[in-house]
């Protein structure tokens, strides 16, 4: 649906049921929820769907390990039961990943985090293996009734020095545990925004929302139309913009939203890629603060920091930040060396975590509720959450909202496939085999579809052809990509709606080609398309650490 359609549905339904204002991924969850439930929902984004923490977060699905300490038991057991349901319900995106950890004590920590979990101390010891098995015990524990991943397994020194020979040697022993990953998270998103929206909801992004006095008014960021809206009910699904956009709209509304800012680099290191064997290392650096390296689409996903952000839209992954990053990689792995060139992109978000006087980010809870504020009209707050449970955090602010406008739930999502995740193969080779046979195309070809649209590459793979020609892509599909899912910038489908930044593929030339596609689709202007072109190059220099020099080498290598 082209975007001015979408905008003539929505002035044609100027009283929805419920506004849904956010499009991350706790706002198209409830988005989907409500709309597969019968109910008139809308859907606004000041900028691009997961723009914000939904496209910068870890790509870990996950139980929260070190959340057990903080006494959180509840969200561990139900993001635990998330995790399992989404392996289960988009096989592919969200896959097992075998986790160890390294352990460099037996008994410390002990004490620290018995004091921490009483609320008497914010001091922050070294965990040691005792206190590791007691956390992985209660993670098994958690998923007796349904083991849909291993058990854990520990290691002794020697097993770990076999296992792992780059890593610290000062380490005692290791203990391995499963836990998951998801690929490309934005687009799992946009397949839930789509069932959404088949199920009769409407959805736009680079939309923002005001209040205009009499109710609320829509102004569309891409053509500068003015929509006036009057739901029965909003939900803020803005995240760490909650309190921002309760202002915005005129919501009467305490302090509720207290961010913390998490920033992870993509590295592109031989070595480091063979260290970890597959595997993710779950490890402490010096300060308490636990840190990640997991293999990423063919590169080294490191992280992350925990920072109070006051501003949102200020959440940078800066320099010091990476030299943070890099300095606890280089505490587990001492000898291999990262050089400033193997960075090829980094991103900072903002968890969503309630105001809290909390004097260490690592104490402010990790769940999420719902806040209702009164007034014309009411406004649901969705506060908190992680990746991993979006789905039943969605659940619980559509049931909020179907309980106050009397609708009555008609689907469970719980066990709904989602996107191409939907009838996916229990042999994939033989799938691609079959594809192939029946398309004409490599099966090399067919397997990379699968892995970015999942089984939805069975209807799609004719049409985008045999060639990759763009960082991996063919025109053809980046083509189907701007028409089919309101790309409307080259951060749009170059950062969210493929992987072509996030993995290094990103370069002058590839972004000149994806502009031509771009600027032709919307019958730009030159004047337009170099503005956009300048936009982009900009916000790659600001936020991700790439400079036009930097991406002009790129093209030097491919060349050369």
């Not at 890593?167 to 203990?175: C, D, K, T, V």
């Not at 229990?426 to 070809?445: H, Q, S």
Request: net charge neutral.
């Amino acid at each position: 649906m082209i975007r001015q359609a979408i905008i003539d549905q929505i002035k044609a339904r100027p009283e929805p049921d419920v506004l849904v204002i956010g499009g991350g991924i706790n706002g198209i969850s409830v988005f989907r929820e409500l709309a597969l439930n019968g109910v008139n929902v809308v859907l606004a984004d000041k900028a691009d769907y997961c723009s914000g923490a939904s496209g910068a977060l870890s790509r870990m699905v996950h139980g929260g390990l070190r959340y057990l300490e903080n006494g959180e038991f509840k969200l561990v057991r139900e993001s635990l039961l998330e995790r399992d349901l989404l392996l289960a319900n988009a096989p592919h995106y969200v896959r097992p990943l075998p986790t160890t950890v390294p352990i460099f004590g037996v008994f410390s920590g002990l004490t620290s985090g018995a004091l921490r979990f009483l609320r008497l101390s914010r001091r922050q010891g070294r965990r040691g293996a005792v206190l590791i098995k007691l956390g992985l015990s209660l993670y098994d524990l958690f998923t007796a009734g349904r083991r849909a991943l291993p058990p854990h397994a520990f290691h002794g020194r020697a097993r770990t020095r076999t296992l792992f020979p780059d890593l610290n040697p000062g380490a005692r022993a290791s203990a391995t545990y499963y836990d998951a990953w998801v690929s490309r998270p934005e687009r799992l998103a946009l397949e839930m925004l789509s069932e959404g929206v088949a199920a009769g909801g409407l959805a736009l992004n680079h939309m923002s929302v005001a209040s205009n006095g009499s109710g609320l008014l829509l102004r569309d960021g891409i053509g500068g139309s003015e929509i006036s809206v009057r739901p029965s009910l909003v939900i803020n699904a803005t995240g760490g913009w909650i309190d921002l956009t309760n202002a915005a709209i005129g919501t009467d509304a305490p302090r509720l939203i207290g961010g913390t800012m998490g920033s992870h680099l993509i590295v592109d290191n031989a070595a480091l890629y063979r260290a970890l064997d597959g595997q993710m290392i779950y490890y402490e650096n010096e300060d308490g603060r636990i840190c990640i390296a997991f293999p990423y689409l063919g590169k080294v996903l490191v992280g992350s920091t925990d920072m109070r952000i006051d501003d949102p839209d200020a959440a940078i992954a800066s320099p010091s930040e990476q030299d943070y990053i890099l300095a606890s990689l280089a505490q587990i792995f001492p000898g291999i060396v990262i050089a400033p060139g193997d960075i090829v992109f980094r991103f900072a978000g903002v968890r969503p975590l309630p105001a809290s006087a909390a004097a260490v980010t690592g104490r402010i809870p990790r769940d999420h509720f719902c806040e209702m504020i009164e007034g014309k009209p009411p406004v649901l707050c969705m506060i908190g959450g992680k990746w991993t449970t979006f789905r039943s955090f969605g659940a619980l602010a559509a049931d909020t909202a179907m309980e106050r406008l009397d609708v009555a739930r008609t689907i469970d999502t719980a066990a709904l496939p989602i996107g191409g995740g939907r009838d996916y193969p229990t042999d994939p080779a033989r799938w691609i085999a079959d594809l192939a046979a029946g398309t004409g195309l490599p099966k090399p070809r067919i397997a990379v579809l699968l892995e970015r649209y999942g089984t939805s590459a069975a209807d799609l793979a004719e049409g985008f052809g045999p060639d990759a020609d763009i960082a991996g892509h063919s025109a053809a599909e980046l083509s189907h990509l701007i028409a089919h899912e309101q790309v409307e910038t080259l951060a749009d489908l170059l950062i969210r709606r493929t992987t072509i930044a996030i993995t290094g593929a990103l370069s002058l030339a590839v972004i000149t080609r994806c502009l031509d596609l771009l600027s032709g689709a919307r019958g730009w202007t030159s004047e337009r398309t170099n503005a956009e072109r300048q936009a982009f190059l900009d916000l790659l220099a600001s936020r991700h650490g790439l400079s036009a020099e930097t991406l002009s080498r790129r093209d030097q290598r491919t060349t050369a």
